[in-house]
């Protein structure tokens, strides 16, 4: 029974690719523990890469404050065209979040992928 089914395993090139891949980038992993790579928001919200074509399902990869949608306060800004005060003040900045299609800029720190910004074209 238990060949049959190493068999079965050997025969499925969709497997057998998939276990390739696997094996690359284990290998590449190994040679560094930091790279810098590409790679695209899928529809449902998991990550594809380039050097790691299997999609990291959503929630499991980082994502920098700046591309996950965390909104953060500034103040202590100054002008003038006040009738009353000197004119300080503070702003709520909530930056868009990734979505679906987005290409983005990706680190490797050893095993973790972390989406650091979208990436356009010039």
């Not at 790279?35 to 928001?41: A, H, Q």
């Not at 994502?63 to 103040?75: E, K, M, N």
């Not at 900045?93 to 990734?98: A, H, L």
């Amino acid at each position: 029974m238990g060949g049959d089914n190493v068999e079965n395993f050997d025969a499925n090139a969709g497997t057998n690719k998939l276990a390739n891949v696997l094996s690359d980038r284990m290998r590449r992993e190994n040679d560094t523990s930091l790279c810098l790579d590409f790679g695209e928001i899928q529809g449902n919200g998991s990550l594809i890469t380039n050097t790691f074509p299997v999609a990291i399902p959503k929630g499991q990869y980082s994502v920098c404050r700046h591309v996950g949608g965390l909104s953060f306060t500034t103040s202590g800004g100054k002008h003038g065209g006040h009738s009353s005060g000197d004119g300080s003040h503070g702003h709520t900045i909530t930056p868009p979040q990734i979505k679906p299609g987005d290409r983005v800029l990706v680190a490797w720190v050893m095993n973790e992928a972390c989406v650091i910004d979208v990436v356009t074209g010039s």
